[in-house]
């Protein structure tokens, strides 16, 4: 792994504590409502939860290209991909699987916490034995070879309308994945915080009894 790029993440860490609905209500009182994936992203395995630093893919489908030219590049991508980062992909396909068994061994080894891809996954059975976190849109064994290139790195890429950098961070669960901006990450994960903090306060005041609309009135949270 290269040193200058991996990092640890404390905020990933913090945020993968929490959930998404908390993410979201945090936001949304912010000012930014729509930082929420398409509800199709979903998680190869929906006990899991995922939050870090987002590193961006894109690329496109080029039938063009050999085998041997179009695994090249894709080991690059595997190469490229900081260790303590979670990779998002926005490959401009519907047609094939943007993730495998291999890849996910190689990102599991270069300590990448995690994969999302606006397309397909295979090997998935393989991927969960081993516990990588991937999120996609599809499943199919149809690979990338002779016909997908990657072709962004660290560049902006847009999925479903939401725009994502390089440096944004993601928590993601099995109610669905959201953005948020790299310029509030502090503040956002300290409100997310406060918010379960809170809602703890709300759910054991009802467990012993209190009417909801009390606790609401005195919490000022539901």
Not at 26 to 31: I, K, Q, V, W
Request: aromatic content about 10%; proline content about 4%; some cysteine.
């Amino acid at each position: 792994m290269n040193a200058d790029t991996d990092y640890h993440d404390t905020y990933g860490d913090r945020l993968e504590k929490c959930y998404s609905g908390a993410v979201y209500d945090t936001l949304r009182a912010m000012g930014l409502p729509d930082q929420l994936l398409p509800q199709t992203i979903r998680s190869l395995d929906p006990e899991r939860v995922l939050a870090g630093r987002i590193f961006t893919v894109s690329g496109h489908v080029d039938t063009t290209l050999d085998a041997d030219t179009t695994l090249l590049e894709w080991t690059k991508l595997l190469s490229r991909a900081p260790g303590g980062s979670v990779v998002f992909c926005q490959p401009n396909d519907s047609t094939l699987a943007h993730m495998g068994d291999l890849s996910s061994e190689a990102f599991t080894y270069r300590g990448v916490r995690g994969y999302l891809v606006d397309g397909g996954c295979r090997d998935s059975s393989f991927i969960l034995k081993i516990g990588f976190r991937v999120w996609c849109r599809y499943y199919t064994p149809r690979d990338v070879v002779g016909r997908w290139v990657a072709d962004g790195f660290g560049e902006p890429i847009v999925i479903g309308g939401v725009k994502i950098r390089t440096g944004d961070y993601v928590m993601a669960d099995r109610d669905g994945a959201v953005i948020i901006p790299q310029q509030i990450i502090a503040e956002v994960t300290d409100r997310v915080e406060e918010v379960s903090r809170s809602e703890n306060k709300v759910r054991t005041a009802i467990l012993k009894g209190v009417d909801p609309v009390e606790a609401y009135l005195k919490y000022r949270k539901f």
